[in-house]
C-alpha cells in the first residue's frame, strides 16, 4: 500500500474560540518505534480538545499539536516492534492528539479491537470516556457491587459511560442532569434516579434516597460550588473521584468531613500517562469490559455525527452541553 505523503488535519491555529478550526494540510505523520499508523475513519469530540482549542490545554511534550484523541480506523503502517497489530487490523484507539486528521500515530497498547458487531463510529466513541471512566471509578474509585455511586453531568458521554459501566458492575447510580429529555436518558443507560440540578438540591436528594447516610462515591467534573457539597453527600469511607473543573478550580472548602467520615479525595488527567500506563487500562478493558460492549449491556450514545470538516459546529454544540452523549467527526467514514 502505498501511503500519501500529505494529510488534511483540522487546525487550531493560535487558538480561541471554535470558529478557529479550519481544515488545513500538513505532513503525514509516520509511526516511530512501538507505535502504528491508523488510517482515521471517525473521530471523538471531547471537552479536552476544547480545552486545547482555547489555549487552555496544551498537549504534553512530544504528543501531536493536532487536537483530537480517539478514533478509530485501519493500521496501514508499523513502526518497528510492534507486536500487537497488523497491517489491515480494524481498531479503535486513545491517542496522544492528532485524532482530527486523516492519519494518527498510536502506541501499540493504547488500541482496542473494534467490539464484534460495531461500527467504526460506534466504537470511535468508545476509547476517550470508557479510559477515562474505567481508570477513574474502577481503578482508582475502587467502586463495588452494591455500592451507590452519584454521576454528575449525567448526559455528557463520560456520565452515561459511567452509568452504564456502574450498573452493569452491580452499583445503584444516581445523577445530574439539567432536562427532563436528559432525565429519561440516563434512565434508559441505568440510572436508578436522575436529579434535575435546576430544580432539585442534589444533596438533599442524595440523603433521602440513601437514608441519610451518604454515596459511597461521586465523579466530579463541575468543582465550584460543588465541592463543599459533594463532602455533605459522601457517606463514611466515601470517595470523590475528580476528573474535571468545569467551574473553578479555587474554592473554599471546609475540610473537617475529610476527617470525621475518613473520604478520599483523588483526581486525575489521563493525557499526560505514560503509554504503559494506558496499555494496562486499555488490558483491563479489553478483559473486563469489551465483553459487556459485544453482548450489548453497554453502548455508547451518539448524539450527532459532523464532518470533519464541520469541527468548528461540532465545538460549539459541545460548549452548548445541550447534547446527550457523543459527538462525532467522520473522517474517512466506514
Not at 501531536?64 to 480494524?90: C, F, M, N, R, Y
Not at 452509568?163 to 436518558?185: D, E, P, R, S
Amino acid at each position: 500500500m502505498t501511503l500519501p505523503l500529505t494529510m488534511k488535519f483540522i487546525d487550531h491555529g493560535a487558538g480561541g474560540d471554535p470558529d478557529v478550526l479550519k481544515p488545513s494540510t500538513c505532513a503525514r505523520p509516520s509511526p516511530a518505534i512501538g507505535e502504528i499508523l491508523v488510517r482515521v475513519a471517525f473521530a471523538g469530540v471531547n471537552r479536552p480538545d476544547c480545552l486545547q482549542r482555547s489555549g487552555r490545554y496544551p498537549p504534553p511534550p512530544g504528543a501531536s499539536p493536532i487536537v483530537g484523541l480517539e478514533v478509530s480506523g485501519e493500521v496501514v503502517a508499523l513502526g518497528q516492534g510492534v507486536s500487537q497489530w497488523q497491517i489491515g487490523d480494524k481498531v479503535c484507539a486513545l491517542t496522544n492528539g492528532g485524532a482530527y486528521a486523516e492519519f494518527v500515530t498510536v502506541p501499540e497498547g493504547q488500541a482496542l479491537p473494534i467490539p464484534e458487531g460495531y461500527s467504526m463510529l460506534q466504537a470511535a466513541a468508545l476509547p476517550e470516556n470508557f479510559f477515562t471512566v474505567w481508570t477513574n471509578v474502577f481503578q482508582r474509585g475502587k467502586l463495588k457491587s452494591g455500592e451507590t455511586i452519584l454521576v454528575h453531568g449525567g448526559s455528557s458521554g463520560i456520565g452515561l459511560t459511567a452509568i452504564q459501566l456502574a450498573h452493569a458492575f452491580g452499583a445503584q447510580v444516581f445523577c445530574t442532569v439539567g432536562n427532563a429529555a436528559k432525565v429519561a436518558a440516563c434512565l434508559k443507560a441505568g440510572a436508578h434516579t436522575a436529579i434535575d440540578y435546576k430544580s432539585q438540591d442534589f444533596v438533599e436528594e442524595v440523603l433521602k434516597l440513601t437514608d441519610q447516610k451518604g454515596v459511597n462515591a461521586i465523579l466530579d467534573m463541575v468543582g465550584g460550588s460543588y465541592m463543599q457539597r459533594n463532602l455533605k453527600a459522601l457517606a463514611v469511607e466515601g470517595r470523590l473521584l475528580q476528573i474535571a473543573f468545569l467551574q473553578p478550580s479555587k474554592v473554599e472548602v471546609d475540610w473537617v468531613s475529610l476527617m470525621t467520615k475518613r473520604l478520599t479525595f483523588t483526581g486525575s488527567t489521563l493525557r499526560p500517562r505514560s503509554a504503559a500506563d494506558k496499555a494496562q487500562i486499555a488490558k483491563e478493558l479489553n478483559e473486563r469490559v469489551w465483553p459487556l460492549l459485544r453482548s450489548g449491556r453497554v453502548a455508547p450514545v451518539i448524539h450527532k455525527v459532523f464532518d470533519l470538516g464541520e469541527a468548528a459546529q461540532a465545538h460549539a454544540l459541545m460548549e452548548s452541553s445541550l447534547h446527550i452523549g457523543k459527538i462525532m467527526l467522520t473522517v474517512a467514514g466506514e
